[in-house]
């Protein structure tokens, strides 16, 4: 622990790393530059098709496209940082550039969302012709073009949070152009114009929705909240009912990325330290059965020498 706590018993410390751990990241390059080129042609193609044919849905998701080509960059360049190994300055990589990532994304997408409901009800006021047979065309392209990149990312979405966001981006994308695609054979067949703005606020709608639990994720990851899927209570049982184990206080469980967990924590053992052994079999059991691969304990023969750090409510 750092001098700063002022609370050295004296005893033994254990920090090991569970299994796997270490290993750097891979960036998923080309699965990014693939997904990124696709994207930035389709968007082009987009706008010139909205543009021409006038049609305020194609132009949102045109809009959304390109935040999403933003983020897709974004989310690139955080993997590739996120993979630099540690130096004197940062101790930890770069790590958490991936948290920022996804922050910066959420915040992207949402401006994004506003620019977009401005313009459409805007046009809802007043509605203009609308070519829904182009529609239809462009708005089928970008079925084809979101369901390909989103395909690139659908493995390592599971795991990753820059990853979940890429893959869920495109694939809301993919479902949009369906709707897109569904307007125009609507216009085409009533000529009613004010369906294509409808179809806009109704894009803006799914994609708010959608985006809310990664808006929510990136910014508990940001405040170093516990990620999902570990529960505290469970560690700390875990960590009480070691042989020999007493007590434990002192326990934090924070993200280093969207992909990686770390803990410390102090165990009071009255019979002293348990040994090397001991402490990488703990370490291996809370990456196997909590998936925290970054684990540092501290061991103390008892409470009564007045760590500085014993009640709950001290950081």
Not at 205 to 230: E, H, Q
């Amino acid at each position: 622990m750092s001098e700063g706590h002022h609370h050295d018993h004296g005893h033994s410390h254990g920090h090991h790393h569970g299994a796997g751990h270490g290993h750097l990241p891979t960036s998923h390059g080309p699965a990014f530059a693939l997904a990124v080129t696709l994207n930035l042609l389709f968007v082009a193609v987009e706008v010139a098709a909205g543009l021409y044919g006038g049609s305020m849905a194609l132009l949102a998701d045109a809009g959304h496209n390109f935040s999403d080509v933003l983020s897709l960059l974004l989310a690139w360049g955080a993997s590739v940082l996120a993979a630099r190994p540690p130096s004197e300055r940062f101790t930890y990589g770069l790590k958490s550039s991936s948290i920022l990532a996804a922050l910066a994304n959420a915040a992207l997408l949402w401006v994004a969302l506003g620019a977009i409901l401005i313009e459409t009800i805007r046009r809802l006021n007043d509605p203009a012709p609308v070519e829904g047979g182009l529609m239809m065309a462009v708005a089928a392209a970008g079925i084809a073009v979101n369901g390909i990149s989103a395909i690139f990312f659908a493995k390592g979405s599971k795991h990753d949070l820059n990853l979940r966001a890429a893959f869920q981006h495109l694939l809301a994308d993919a479902a949009v152009s369906a709707g897109v695609v569904l307007a125009g054979a609507a216009v085409m067949f009533t000529g009613r114009q004010w369906i294509d703005p409808v179809t806009s606020l109704v894009i803006t709608g799914v994609i708010a929705a959608g985006s809310w639990g990664l808006l929510r994720d990136s910014v508990k990851l940001g405040l170093l909240g516990v990620p999902d899927g570990i529960e505290v209570g469970a560690v700390r049982t875990f960590l009480a009912g070691l042989p020999g184990v007493t007590a434990v206080h002192d326990l934090h469980v924070w993200p280093m990325s969207t992909t990686e967990t770390a803990l410390t924590a102090h165990i009071v053992m009255p019979g002293g330290h348990p040994g090397d052994a001991f402490l990488h079999e703990i370490a291996h059991e809370l990456e196997h059965d909590f998936g925290i691969g970054h684990a540092t304990m501290q061991v103390e023969i008892a409470c009564s020498n007045g760590c500085a750090l014993e009640a709950d409510e001290v950081v």
